[in-house]
């Protein structure tokens, strides 16, 4: 089995571990930051959705990594990154790597500037961005769906068999 556990702010990183979930099938979806009665022994794939936030990886992701990989459980691990800025997809990915272990599948799935769910700062700032987007006719930024379902497949052509 397969746990997705989604790492995230305003709703974009858990509508894609959403999207996963209906693909997968036999995955569980999970709020990184409520897994205190959540066993992950019972999983043999961990699935990571992790927010990019300020140019770096979600700090709730990074704690909940560096305490795990002390439990030593031999697990599947794998990452869906989600960020607004797409120029800059290949080091966020490369910072992923270089947390999970070095056979993980990882990958950009592009996101969204929706300040429904921000408040304060956060919510102006999106909505600033999103602003000058229109202003200057621009695309606003989206998941890119073809990307889960690509990572979907991979990760289905390297499943653990189930003895």
Same mark, same amino acid.
């Not at 858990?14 to 999983?43: Q, T």
């Not at 794939?45 to 305490?67: D, Q």
């Given at each position: ?5 989604? #790492? ?5 990183? *858990? +509508? ?7 693909? @997968?099938?036999? !995955? $569980? ?34 704690? #909940? ?5 002390? *439990? +030593? ?7 869906? @990154?989600?960020? !607004? $800025? ?51 006719? @621009? ?25």
């Amino acid at each position: 089995m397969r746990a997705i556990l989604y #790492f995230g702010h305003l709703g974009c990183t *858990k +509508k894609a571990g959403e999207y996963l979930k209906n693909i @997968l099938k036999d !995955a $569980d979806l999970y709020d990184g930051n409520c897994l205190k009665k959540v066993d992950l022994s019972i999983y043999d794939t961990l699935i990571f959705g992790v927010n990019i936030r300020m140019a770096k990886l979600n700090k709730h992701f990074i704690k #909940f990594i560096k305490k795990f990989q002390k *439990k +030593k459980m031999n697990l599947s691990m794998h990452a869906y @990154l989600i960020a !607004a $800025d797409k120029n800059s997809r290949s080091t966020y990915i490369h910072m992923a790597r270089n947390l999970l272990p070095s056979d993980s599948i990882v990958i950009f799935a592009g996101g969204e500037l929706d300040s429904t769910n921000a408040k304060g700062l956060s919510k102006a700032v999106i909505d600033r961005c999103i602003a000058q987007l229109k202003a200057e006719d @621009l695309d606003l930024p989206k998941l890119d769906y073809q990307a889960l379902e690509a990572f979907a497949e991979e990760l289905e052509e390297n499943k653990i068999p189930i003895i």
